[in-house]
């Protein structure tokens, strides 16, 4: 029986009892559950970088999003908290939207 020892999405276990395997699994508890949040959201970050298609890409946008809602209520924050927040780094520094490369910035 392969072991995966990671967090997966909350009806994971529903559908492999469909599926007629056995499986084991526990509730984290929030500390772990961070920890195994920011473990998920590298392992999806990576599956992005690898995309080669628009499907694959927003797929792996969706569950990126995901975690994010799954880990706000964790620092008892809103997503709506978490917009604002975005909101006022954008207009104080910008977006990524330009596509701007810094290649170097001279000491003064």
């Known amino acids: 029986m392969p072991v995966y020892n990671k967090l997966v999405r909350d009806l994971i276990p529903q559908v492999i009892e469909k599926s007629g395997s056995k499986f084991s699994t526990r509730v984290l508890d929030p500390s772990e559950h961070l920890i195994e949040i920011k473990n998920k959201l590298h ?3 990576k599956e992005f970088a690898e995309t ?6 927003l797929e792996e946008l969706a569950d990126i999003l995901e975690l994010i809602h799954a880990a706000l209520p964790i620092h008892e924050a809103t997503y709506e ?6 909101i ?4 104080k520094r910008g977006g990524f939207e330009e596509g701007i490369y810094l290649i170097e ?4």
């Open 105 to 108: 910035v001279e000491d003064v």
């Open 43 to 45: 392992e999806e970050v």
């Open 81 to 86: 908290e978490l917009e604002k927040i975005r």
């Open 88 to 91: 006022a780094k954008k207009e």
């Open 52 to 57: 080669g298609n628009r499907q694959d890409a």
